[in-house]
């Protein structure tokens, strides 16, 4: 358990402070939403049976938690940063972004950290990588509109 306490929560809070230096608004807007997407989202998987994280806590809460409120937030994140602060263009940063999520899926498969189940597999995760930076970009998308649109009003 120490080991996914600190690659799937320290480790990203730590790169997550820098990010708070250069654009603290993604620590109020991005990451709670992304954490709330990414608990969902893990929690269904879980209960349903189709992914476990090792090593299995008695409440299955704890087994994704770490991830829920460190990893995933702050890759979202950067993601973001990436796009929108930095203005790197998407046909990069979706595929770069792929690779890096996908990689780290691969990997924990791989060491046996998490373990596939009632006929998940791999393409699966892709495509829902893919689906959760979609909403992740369109949800800040909304937001920067929707600030454009309080702005005027004031």
């Keep these: 358990m120490l ?3 600190i690659l799937g929560f320290v480790l990203p809070w ?7 230096k250069r654009a603290r608004v993604l620590l109020y807007t991005v990451v709670p939403f992304t954490a709330l997407f990414s608990m969902v989202g893990n929690q269904l998987g879980v209960q349903l049976g189709f992914w476990l994280l090792i090593p299995e806590g008695k409440i299955h809460l704890m087994n994704t938690i770490f991830i829920d409120f460190g990893y995933n937030p702050i ?3 950067w ?3 990436f796009l929108y602060f930095k203005q790197i263009s998407r046909w ?3 595929p770069l972004f792929m690779v890096l999520l996908n990689g780290f899926e691969i990997y924990a498969l791989s060491v046996g950290k998490i373990i596939y189940d009632q006929g998940w597999h791999i393409l699966y995760s892709v495509i829902i990588y893919v689906i959760g ?3 992740i970009d369109w949800y800040f998308f909304q937001l920067k509109k929707a600030a454009k649109s309080l702005a005027r009003l004031s």
Excluded: D, K, T
């Design 133 to 135: 930076l979609i909403v």
């Design 92 to 94: 990069i940063m979706y």
């Design 75 to 77: 890759v979202a994140a």
């Design 14 to 20: 730590i790169s997550g402070v820098f990010l708070f």
């Design 3 to 5: 080991i996914n306490i």
């Design 79 to 81: 993601f973001i940063y």
